[in-house]
């Protein structure tokens, strides 16, 4: 800042700031964002080479957008997180999104189907169908996408330890489809290492789960040329209590362990590094998440640069998918969750999605509803035809606050790596549970500021109402496990079992080589062996992760 600028500033906080408290004291709260970043009353211009050092949208080092049009060209994907009960149910579901204007699908799958297990294991009980599709054999993979085209549409799965397994069932489909394989897309989220920091759907320890993640990118980038092999996700990390701050750095800190282990195996990284995308959370504090968005791809830019030598600028890109806070959501007056979801949608799209998945309303109670999943894409919707924030790139790009937000945030984003690096990566720093501890602290930290009302959460803490009636909810028909076994019985019966036998005996021995996988997966799958089989061959070589 020039001292003309500066002389400017004191003047102005002696002859307006300081009287005007006097008369009228500030609010009593903290000043600082969600990561404790401490926001000055006023930003001024601190240097004024904006334009030289940020670039232009879709140059290096892109932190105002991967792409030189951004949405002029085209809006983000539309997507809606969707799936639960039996596949024929979540197969409507799907269908009633296309009709209502969704642009990309986005599956949910039960937990016994991310855990490995099919749904007459003992584990599954009480399970199936309840948070996502259940899905057992490429038979309800079929029923899943009837009727839906796998090459017109793009997919996201939310799936990470049995990924390889989903993604070839998918594959599957769209081989009986008669759909091209090279123009297939989509995203498979296969982002194993948060499931040890902060969701919990592991299997396998966490180096075989590593090897099956970069089994997938050397056969996508021959396979699959346009799908994102991995979704290298701080959407889970966040909702586990951290800051925006160390959302960002805990997810590339993944992104950096993942792409040295695809290095590692002899990968090159402009061959699979066009295929990385990112998963981010949109919360409340709007600038804060907008800088959070900018800062993360700069990093990510100069890491793909820099220390891993790329030199395809589209190595470099950070793609990302945002899905709204879904913490911040409230099961008290939950029509304050659409006001919630709005704000945190716009400020993923005016950081720059890719696609984005907006919250219902009363997803803090159940399931949503269709009227509430409508009125979510219509929020999207809306942003993108109704609000103007579309029509130019990187809108807020020059702000004083946001400048300043997005370099502070970045700084400490490399405090962060920094440290990570000092304790040998990811994979160390998981078994040495730093992330899980800073985690809890923050969660900690962000909890006793609302009970003690530094942070006010409407119609939580304060602003209260008698509660209304409860809104008629989605539940889930209790009987879907009995059907889904059902199901799986008779599949098992029309099958051909010797050969199911043969290719999972085969795929247990190619988990004790260092041979790719997913040939041996998809072959089990076409037979329809099952996700409980297959993940239980490989549990039999690799053991199961009991940290």
């Known amino acids: 800042m020039d001292n003309s600028l500066q002389e400017k500033k004191k003047r102005w906080e002696s002859e307006k700031v300081k009287p005007a408290l006097q008369k009228l004291p500030e609010r009593k709260r903290p000043f600082v964002t969600d990561s404790g970043i401490e926001v000055e009353r006023l930003y001024t211009p601190e240097e004024l080479d904006y334009a030289e050092r940020l670039g232009f949208p879709g140059e290096y080092p892109f932190t105002r957008g991967i792409y030189p049009s951004m949405y002029r060209n085209r809006f983000w994907t539309m997507r809606q997180y969707a799936g639960f009960g039996s596949a024929e149910e979540s197969n409507q579901r799907y269908k009633y999104l296309i009709e209502h204007g969704t642009t990309g699908l986005s599956v949910a799958f039960d937990l016994p189907t991310q855990m490995g297990y ?34 017109k549409i793009t997919t996201s799965m939310t799936i990470n330890a049995t990924a390889p397994i989903l993604l070839c069932m998918y594959v599957a489909v769209a081989k009986k489809q008669g759909a091209d394989l090279k123009k297939i897309s989509g995203t498979i989220q296969n982002d194993i290492l948060k499931e040890y920091i902060a969701r919990g759907t592991h299997i396998y320890p966490p180096q ?104 395809n600028e589209e190595t470099m890109k950070l793609r990302f998918h945002a899905q709204t806070g879904g913490a911040t959501l409230t099961a008290q007056q939950i029509d304050n969750n659409v006001v919630r979801v709005t704000l945190q949608a716009l400020a993923a799209v005016v950081g720059g999605c890719q696609s984005l998945h907006t919250n219902s309303r009363d997803e803090a109670l ?82 006793v500021a609302i009970e003690n009302k530094e942070k006010i959460i409407v119609g939580v803490n304060d602003f209260l109402i008698e509660e209304e009636i409860q809104p008629e909810i989605l539940r889930i028909d209790e009987h879907i496990r009995s059907k889904q076994c059902e199901r799986l019985a008779a599949v098992k019966r029309q099958r051909d079992n010797k050969s199911v036998t043969e290719n999972l005996q085969q795929l247990k021995k190619t988990a004790s080589t260092s041979e790719n996988l997913l040939p041996h997966i998809l072959k089990a799958v076409e037979s329809y062996a099952t996700v409980g089989e297959i993940s239980d061959a490989l549990r039999s070589v690799w053991g199961e992760y009991q940290g």
């Open 118 to 151: 099919d749904s007459d294991h003992p584990m599954a009980e009480g399970e199936v169908g309840k948070v996502g599709a259940a899905i057992d054999s490429l038979s309800d993979m079929e029923t899943l996408f009837d009727g839906i085209q796998l090459q």
């Open 366 to 447: 159940a399931l949503p509803t269709e009227e509430s999943v409508r009125l979510a894409l219509r929020t999207q919707q809306v942003i993108a035809h109704e609000s103007g924030v579309t029509e130019t790139v990187d809108p807020l790009a020059g702000s004083y606050f946001v400048e300043s937000l997005t370099d502070e945030i970045e700084k400490k984003v490399w405090e962060y790596i920094e440290k990570i690096d000092a304790l040998g990566g990811a994979v160390k720093a998981i078994e040495q549970q730093f992330y899980q501890s800073h985690i809890a602290e923050s969660a900690y930290k962000y909890q």
């Open 208 to 311: 075989s789960s590593m090897r099956l993640v970069t089994d997938v990118f050397e056969w996508c980038s021959s396979e699959l040329p346009k799908w994102n092999t991995i979704s290298i996700s701080g959407y889970h990390i966040r909702e586990a209590g951290a800051t925006a701050v160390q959302e960002v750095a805990f997810t590339i800190t993944n992104a950096i362990a993942y792409v040295q282990a695809a290095i590692d195996r002899g990968l090159d990284v402009d061959q699979f590094g066009g295929q990385l995308s990112f998963f981010f959370n949109a919360h409340n504090n709007f600038f804060e998440e907008v800088a959070k968005f900018r800062a993360a791809r700069r990093i990510w830019a100069n890491i793909m640069k820099e220390r891993f030598g790329a030199k």
